[in-house]
């Protein structure tokens, strides 16, 4: 039983066959440029985005509670500055880099 598994495993053969073949792998150097811009794009769309909900929340408030508006505008104040120079840091980082390209 042992001759008939060692001559069942005989691939002797079958190397002559596959190292005939060759086999051509082409490497291409690694360029994180693609991820660099789709986390740009991201960063900037979800601030833009941010930015416009803030907006519409403001201005829907404002518009459906009136005796409110007051304090609505003092935390827009406070919150808008800091999210404008954040939209506007990060699109200009975004089309900024794009231009270099």
Known sequence: MAEDEQKS???TSEKESIGSSEVSIQVKPYDPRP???TARRSIAYILVGLLGFI???ALA???FFPSS???IISVLQVILGPII???SAATGF???SKSGH
């Open 85 to 87: 120079a954040l939209v």
């Open 35 to 37: 991820q660099e811009d």
């Open 94 to 96: 975004y089309f900024g």
């Open 61 to 63: 408030s404002i518009t």
């Open 69 to 71: 508006a007051e304090r």
């Open 55 to 57: 907006l519409i929340w």
């Open 9 to 11: 495993l005989d691939l």
